[in-house]
C-alpha cells in the first residue's frame, strides 16, 4: 500500500493547459480502471473531479480531463483559471476493498 | 447528503479515541462508507472502508489491528475506534460515501474531525 506518486507542484498561467501525473503499480492504477481526482482548496474537504479514469461528475467544467497509460494516470486542466488554484490529489482502488492515493500535487496559477 | 464527523481531540500515545460520522440526506444503509485522514500539512491517506450492511470492511496496513470501523445502520451513523494511537496517527479524520456513479470513488466528504496524539 504504497502511495501513488504524484509531482509535488505544477503551475501554469490563466488559459494555459497543466497535466498532473500519477504514477502507481499493476496492483492499483494499471490493474483497475478505477482512478479518481479531487481537488481540496486550503481548509476544505476534498471535491471529487474525475472518476473511472476519465469521467466527470455533473457539475464539473468539461476543462478538466482525465487519462491512463499503464500504471501512470494524468489529469489534464485546460483553460486555467484562478480558480483552479488547490491541491489535487489522485486515488485508486487497489483491491480487496482497499483504496490507495497519491501524494498531492499543488497548482499554482500564475 | 450532510456527513458531520465528531469526537476528535487530544490524546495520549498508547490511547484510545472514538469517532463518529452523522449521514443525512441519502439513504445511508445502501451505502459504504470510507475514512481518510490527513495529517497537518500532508496529503490525503485512505484508512479504511466499510460495506454497506457491514458485511465487508478493511484497513490500510498503517492501522489494521489497532483501528475498527462500524456502522449503526438504524442510526444512520458511522464509527471509527481507535487504540494504540501513535504521534503518527495525528490528523483530520474524514467520513466520505462511497458514489453513486462507480462506487470505486468518493463523492460526499464531511468537514472533519482533528485528532492530535500527544503527550
Known amino acids: 500500500q504504497s502511495a501513488l506518486t504524484q509531482p509535488r507542484s505544477v503551475s501554469g498561467s490563466p488559459g494555459q493547459s497543466v497535466t498532473i501525473s500519477c504514477t502507481g503499480t499493476s496492483s492499483d492504477v494499471g490493474g483497475y480502471n478505477y482512478v479518481s481526482w479531487y481537488q481540496q482548496h486550503p481548509g476544505k474537504a476534498p471535491k471529487l473531479m474525475i472518476y473511472?479514469?476519465?469521467k466527470r461528475p455533473s457539475g464539473v467544467p468539461d476543462r478538466f480531463s482525465g487519462s491512463k497509460s499503464g500504471n501512470t494516470a494524468s489529469l489534464t486542466i485546460s483553460g486555467l483559471q484562478a480558480e483552479d488554484e488547490a491541491d489535487y490529489y489522485c486515488?485508486?482502488?487497489?483491491?480487496?476493498?482497499?483504496?490507495?492515493f497519491g501524494g498531492g500535487t499543488k497548482l499554482t496559477v500564475l | 447528503v450532510q456527513l458531520v464527523e465528531s469526537g476528535g481531540g487530544v490524546v495520549q500515545p498508547g490511547g484510545s479515541l472514538g469517532l463518529s460520522c452523522a449521514a443525512s440526506g441519502f439513504t445511508f444503509s445502501t451505502y459504504g462508507m470510507h475514512w481518510v485522514r490527513q495529517a497537518p500539512g500532508k496529503g490525503l491517506e485512505w484508512v479504511t472502508f466499510?460495506?454497506?450492511?457491514?458485511?465487508?470492511?478493511n484497513y490500510a496496513d498503517s492501522v489494521k489491528g489497532r483501528f475498527t470501523i462500524s456502522r449503526d445502520n438504524s442510526k444512520d451513523t458511522l464509527y471509527l475506534q481507535m487504540n494504540s494511537l501513535r504521534a503518527e496517527d495525528t490528523a483530520v479524520y474524514y467520513c466520505a460515501k462511497r458514489s453513486d456513479y462507480s462506487q470505486y470513488e468518493l463523492d460526499y466528504w464531511g468537514q472533519g474531525t482533528l485528532v492530535t496524539v500527544a503527550s
Open positions: 473511472d479514469v476519465n
Open positions: 466499510i460495506r454497506n450492511d457491514g458485511s465487508d470492511k
Open positions: 486515488c485508486s482502488y487497489a483491491g480487496s476493498y482497499t483504496w490507495v
